[in-house]
């Protein structure tokens, strides 16, 4: 079993930045991958980042391509996703993920387990 904890949402103003931590506990954290999606309101939950188990591999969707950076520190058992130039559209719970596999991925069959969220809002 894997508990995962985000924090570091909340309000901002377009073009802001935030830092959003997912911390892990239960499991070889090192050894998985890692993965942030996201849900607005209305919409389905699309993926936002992932991160391989060692960090060499990142993959992001186009929407956040240059915008946001994922990372890990694997000795803190935490992942992290900074967002700069936020803009209203990114507004969203965002969910961090355990992958199943050490390999990043977007397809959310292949995480495990997931956070509760954290609420991101973005105001124009």
């Known amino acids: 079993q894997v508990q995962l904890v985000e924090s570091g949402g909340g309000l901002v103003q377009a073009g802001g930045s935030l830092r959003l931590s997912c911390a892990a506990s239960g499991r070889t954290f090192s050894s998985s991958g890692m993965g942030w999606f996201r849900q607005a309101p209305g919409k389905e939950r699309e993926f936002v980042a992932a991160?391989?188990?060692?960090?060499?591999?990142?993959d992001y969707a186009d929407s956040v391509q240059g915008r946001f950076t994922i990372s890990r520190d694997n000795a803190k058992n935490t992942v992290y996703l900074q967002m700069n130039s936020l803009k209203p559209e990114d507004t969203a719970v965002y969910y961090c993920a355990f992958a199943r596999d050490t390999i990043a991925t977007s397809h959310p069959n292949d995480y495990d387990y997931w956070g509760q969220g954290t609420q991101v809002t973005v105001s124009s």
């Open positions: 991160i391989s188990w060692y960090g060499g591999y990142t």
